[in-house]
């Protein structure tokens, strides 16, 4: 596949744009945000500071960052209304269509009237997000009405603490915190570039971002988190794996979180996200996942020279910190609104509405026939 060549099907290959947002698979490790290196972001900054970047081009200073932080804080409770939206939501419903719901509720009733409001409607969105998956999770899977405040510092820790009902500790925080970085953008990636799409007709944020939120929850796109998780977990050892992966491969089965669009040889924030499955495996005590997961890494590059992409290490990382799968996708959202929102602001600085052409395949001309004679 490393030699496989990049055109065809699905507008690969082709640019479809400018962006000075992102690179992907272009220089340093092959993603960069806003030209700082993702490995160097994920060991030097904090996922509000990536949040910056993106919003405003630059890294905030210190002082910068306490005000963004505290502009954030004071904007995480949700409103009633949207409270007693997310009460009425069943408890089988797929949250990623909780979030989709949620963010399009929120524009009902807090709409970005015009575009000098678009960082406010993002950061409101930003600071929301974590209520509006952990109120509904809370209240239709155990019946309690959480408390969607917290005085922890992070958003990744606010998500723990409202999912939890306690501050997580300062390992699973940062870790939650370079998941956040590592989830934030991606170039013109399929729920990007339906939010830039969305911008380019000069709609509102809020239905850019319901409409990534749409177009993320496939499990080609961020829906592969939660899938790779129900396949390892189906998995009962390394042996196991790579019979049952086998078996897969030879029913022309999809294993999710390999694979990629543009990278072809690696993904480079699989690195980072392993490594920090390898630490929550020795934390936890029983590395079987673990375990489980570099077999499949092996196994598939060693038979199909596919590799794990940004998702696959996030499943066994996810479930060591005790989430539920069903909240892996929309914590990718939390993330990833970031990125959307940047894209939207990008898209209308330079706006021209997107409409590409079709190679028309249908029937010849023809005419209608009278109904009595068809
Ligand atoms: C955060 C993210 O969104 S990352 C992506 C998450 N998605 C997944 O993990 C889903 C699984 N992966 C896939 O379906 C694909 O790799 C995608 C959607 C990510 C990329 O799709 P494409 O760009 O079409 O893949 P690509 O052209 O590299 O595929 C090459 C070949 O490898 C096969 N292939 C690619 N990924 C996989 C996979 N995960 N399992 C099995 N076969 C695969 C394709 O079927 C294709 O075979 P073919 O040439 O015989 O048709
Ligand atoms: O870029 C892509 O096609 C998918 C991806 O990895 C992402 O959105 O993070």
């Not at 992102?22 to 490790?29: D, I, K, L, M, Y």
Request: aromatic fraction near 10%; charge should be negative.
């Amino acid at each position: 596949m490393s030699d496989k060549k990049i055109s065809g099907a699905g507008l690969r290959g082709q640019s479809a744009g400018d962006t000075a947002l992102c690179t992907v698979g272009q220089s340093g490790s092959g993603l960069t945000y806003c030209g700082y290196d993702i490995s160097d972001l994920a060991d030097n900054a904090t996922f509000e500071e990536v949040a910056y970047l993106l919003f405003n081009g630059e890294l905030p200073t210190r002082g910068e960052l306490a005000e963004y932080k505290a502009e954030l804080l004071a904007m995480r409770d949700i409103p009633k209304a949207l409270k007693e939206v997310l009460k009425l939501i069943p408890k089988d419903t797929h949250p990623m269509d909780v979030m989709r719901t949620g963010c399009s509720f929120l524009g009902n009733i807090e709409p970005e009237v015009d575009f000098s409001e678009q960082n406010k409607a993002a950061n409101r969105l930003l600071a929301a997000f974590p209520a509006i998956m952990c109120y509904w999770y809370k209240f239709s899977h155990d019946g309690v009405e959480i408390d969607c405040t917290s005085e922890e510092e992070s958003l990744g820790g606010h998500f723990l603490r409202l999912l939890n009902g306690e501050s997580p500790s300062a390992q699973h925080e940062r870790v939650m915190d370079v998941s956040l970085i590592l989830y934030a953008e991606h170039e013109f990636n399929a729920s990007t570039f339906t939010a830039r799409v969305c911008a380019s007709t000069l709609s509102d944020m809020f239905s850019c971002i319901t409409g990534a939120i749409g177009t993320l929850r496939g499990p080609l796109h961020g829906g592969a988190n939660e899938a790779a998780m129900d396949m390892i977990q189906k998995f009962t050892s390394p042996a196991d794996a790579k019979e049952k992966m086998a078996g897969m491969l030879e029913r022309k089965e999809k294993i999710m979180g390999f694979g990629h669009a543009i990278y072809r040889t690696s993904d480079p924030r699989n690195v980072i996200i392993k490594a920090w499955s390898e630490k929550l495996a020795a934390e936890n005590g029983d590395t079987s996942l673990y375990d489980i997961s570099v077999a499949c890494e092996e196994f598939m590059w060693d038979t199909k020279k596919l590799f794990c992409n940004a998702d696959f290490f996030h499943a066994s990382t996810y479930n060591y910190m005790g989430i539920p799968t069903k909240l892996f996708t929309p914590i990718f959202v939390c993330s990833r609104l970031t990125g959307w929102a940047a894209h939207v602001m990008e898209q209308r600085s330079n706006n021209r509405i997107i409409r590409p052409s079709a190679d028309y395949t249908g029937a010849e001309p023809r005419t209608v026939k009278p109904i009595s004679e068809r």
